[in-house]
């Protein structure tokens, strides 16, 4: 069974820099799929942040590309999570998620089948 | 990006009675492969969200057979056939045909 867990620090000041890390345990990172992050505002809908593939290809968001940074560790199975210049507005619970690909050539992801328990993060001074 | 639109914004169910939810996209969802990379996913109170179907009627692992999707293009329904105590919790569309992956604004089922 595959297993997303977040964590981080849960309150970041106002123009500093958001570093999450997300702990998958049931399966390789390095074996397939995307892995990547979504966030939800209090109580409000979903945000996709970006995704990435083990071997390096990243989709991001364009709302957020300029502020975002997400990585993978395969040595220690886990992704991370840089959002910089943070506002109130970046104010979520942050899930890490992972993404299956339409095909082992596709760049495409089908849909998101495993979420993280989600971290709360509150952004102010 | 593509907006995913959802009706109604709140679903009042009876217990043993059915509940749909729509959803729309500004495109269609058709990808060039030529599947429909549409989702539907369940939010509990409190929980995180859950993935319960799949390109447009496809039921991942564990999800009971009284949800059911249907649809087509830019035209997606989710259906409950009969809702139990469980099932309330807010329901997002989602696609994954074109990045950026895009969510509906949730629909709310909640017991009468």
């Known amino acids: 069974q595959v297993q997303l867990q977040e964590s981080g620090p849960g309150l970041v000041k106002p123009s500093e820099t958001l570093s999450l890390t997300c702990n998958v345990s049931?399966?390789?990172?390095?074996?397939?799929?995307?892995w990547g992050w979504i966030r939800q505002p209090p109580g409000k809908g979903l945000e996709w942040i970006g995704s990435?593939?083990?071997?390096?290809?990243?989709y991001y968001n364009p709302s957020l590309k300029s502020r975002v940074t997400i990585s993978v560790d395969t040595s220690k199975n886990q992704i991370s999570l840089k959002l910089s210049s943070v506002t109130a507005a970046d104010t979520a619970v942050y899930y890490c998620?992972?993404?299956?690909?339409?095909?082992?050539?596709?760049?495409?992801?089908?849909?998101?089948?495993?979420w993280g328990q989600g971290t709360r993060v509150t952004v102010s001074s | 990006d593509i907006v995913m639109t959802q009706t109604p914004l709140s679903s009042p169910v009876t217990l043993g009675q059915p509940a749909s939810i729509s959803c729309r996209s500004s495109?269609?969802?058709?990808?060039?492969?030529?599947?429909?990379?549409l989702s539907w996913l369940q939010q509990r109170p409190g929980q995180p969200p859950r993935l319960l179907i799949y390109?447009?009627?496809n039921r991942f692992s564990g999800v009971p057979d009284r949800f059911s999707g249907s649809g087509a293009g830019t035209d997606f329904t989710l259906k409950i056939s009969r809702v139990e105590a469980e099932d309330v919790g807010v329901y997002y569309c989602?696609?994954?045909?074109?990045?950026?992956?895009?969510f509906g604004g949730g629909t709310k089922v909640e017991i009468k």
């Open positions: 998620a992972r993404a299956p690909k339409a095909s082992s050539t596709s760049t495409t992801v089908t849909t998101i089948d495993y």
């Open positions: 990435m593939y083990h071997s390096g290809s990243t």
């Open positions: 989602t696609q994954a045909t074109q990045f950026p992956l895009t």
């Open positions: 049931g399966y390789s990172i390095s074996s397939g799929y995307y």
């Open positions: 390109k447009i009627s």
């Open positions: 495109q269609s969802l058709v990808h060039s492969d030529g599947n429909t990379y």
